[in-house]
């Protein structure tokens, strides 16, 4: 908002006064409007909104003093500079105290009176200012569908954010549960390609003879069973964004396909001799260690290479319990909206039980059970097996995964240090990392350590 864009409400029920303040406003590029009453500048207010209001403190029967109460219960960002012949302390600080931005003793000089416009006009700038860094900040703590404000999710909000606007090939690591779908559709939303398709596909649902005609399509007759052309989703996302799930699963040969889509941006249908120039930005996800994947001879050292440009982990809700409420309530209104239900509450001490569960399903496993409640009310069904599941074991002893290492791998980790450290003692590595020794000993089978 420029100084000189400002918009003006003059408040005045003097017609010459009136006159002379706004011919000096109006003189010094200020767009004015003008008011002889309260009631007349609440209609006024109604039907053009200003920057700010300059109004005389006694009008009659209400005074400045009233329009003021009203402004500020309509209007609370409105600038508000009121001016009285009366010009007493306690009118001053019953002024400000109301809200108003500045005050004015009559008589005042012009310079006065645009000096203290400036003011305020430079106020509501550095106000303006401040809702836009305000909602940017809110934009990151919770991002496009996303709900959280760990720190660990501070992290995924701002590589996101600084990503989407390129066309970068994006890799989302993480456990089942966790999102990366969400964190792919946010990448999507906030990128130049919003408008064009999103086209998602689970690459552990194909089956391993449909996979290339279900990526790359297929000419009619290419096999048994081609009665038409086929147009694959690499090819539908053709200007947008194909989102790869489970990526990991892919066959080894489709690996192949991809990689040189990926080096050369062209793809061929099954069956076509020809080429076809597509451009469609990648993102990937999986569940899955692709390191040990590549070790293990399962996927293309390659393919991983190309796909990893920028990785994202999505940490498992364990890591980032402090979203738990947020969640909760999140589901809470999200479910009984999708139902079209009366939003139901959760006692203190459910919401603790849930506070205290180590979620290995993640955020889908919290979903679900809100949903169930929502559904059924029954605050015990919800929790059903809730109690039965193994205390997360205290890795604070630990130094925490590097992105794109599983969970399990450095579970299992951690229970066979906490077993060298005691000499293979059960009872005091259980003890050093806060399990009982029934979960300390579901976990040493769980990873055959015994």
């Not at 990151?140 to 970068?168: H, N, P, W």
């Not at 994006?170 to 390609?193: D, F, H, P």
């Not at 899955?288 to 399962?298: F, H, I, N, P």
Request: aromatic share 6%; proline share 3%.
């Amino acid at each position: 908002m420029k100084v000189e864009t400002l918009k003006i409400l003059v408040v005045e029920d003097e017609p010459d006064q009136r006159s002379l303040i706004s011919q000096m406003l109006e003189a010094n590029n200020y767009q004015i409007t003008s008011a002889d009453s309260v009631e007349a500048a609440i209609v006024s207010l109604k039907q053009h909104v200003p920057d700010l209001v300059f109004s005389d403190w006694k009008l009659g029967q209400l005074s400045g003093m009233d329009l003021l109460t009203y402004v500020r219960r309509e209007h609370p960002d409105m600038g508000f500079i009121i001016a009285t012949a009366y010009g007493t302390i306690t009118h001053a600080v019953d002024a400000m105290q109301a809200g108003a931005d500045d005050y004015l003793a009559k008589p005042y000089q012009r310079q006065s009176l645009l000096l203290a416009i400036e003011k305020v006009a430079k106020s509501l700038v550095l106000k303006k200012q401040n809702r836009r860094l305000t909602s940017e900040l809110s934009q990151q703590q919770e991002l496009v569908g996303i709900v959280g404000k760990a720190a660990c999710m501070q992290k995924v909000y701002s590589r996101v954010q600084r990503v989407s606007a390129t066309d970068a090939t994006v890799l989302i690591g993480g456990e089942s549960g966790t999102g990366k779908e969400l964190a792919a559709r946010a990448l999507y939303q906030l990128s130049q390609r919003k408008h064009k398709p999103f086209i998602a596909i689970n690459c552990g649902s194909i089956p391993e003879s449909l996979a290339e005609s279900e990526l790359f399509g297929a000419e009619k007759g290419a096999y048994t069973g081609a009665t038409a052309l086929k147009i694959g989703k690499l090819e539908a996302a053709n200007g947008g964004t194909i989102f790869l799930d489970e990526i990991g699963e892919l066959p080894l040969l489709q690996q192949t396909n991809l990689l040189r889509f990926l080096q050369e941006g062209i793809i061929s249908r099954l069956g076509q001799n020809g080429e076809i120039k597509l451009d469609v930005r990648v993102i990937a996800a999986t569940h899955r260690d692709l390191k040990l994947e590549v070790a293990e001879g399962r996927f293309r050292e390659d393919l991983y290479y190309r796909l990893n440009v920028v990785p994202i982990h999505m940490p498992p809700l364990r890591e980032r319990q402090e979203d738990i409420g947020r969640l909760v309530e999140h589901f809470l209104q999200l479910h009984s909206g999708q139902y079209k239900m009366e939003q139901a509450k959760l006692s203190a001490n459910t919401l603790k039980q849930l506070l205290d569960y180590a979620w290995p399903g993640n955020v889908r496993e919290l979903s679900n059970r809100i949903e169930r409640f929502v559904l059924l009310g029954d605050e015990a069904e919800m929790l059903d097996e809730l109690s039965s599941q193994p205390k997360p074991l205290n890795t604070s002893q630990f130094s925490l995964p590097e992105e794109g290492i599983e969970w399990e791998v450095f579970e299992k980790d951690c229970l066979e240090q906490a077993m060298n450290k005691h000499q293979g003692n059960r009872t005091k590595a259980a003890k050093f990392l806060g399990l009982s020794y029934k979960a300390f000993l579901y976990r040493l089978e769980k990873y055959q350590l015994v």
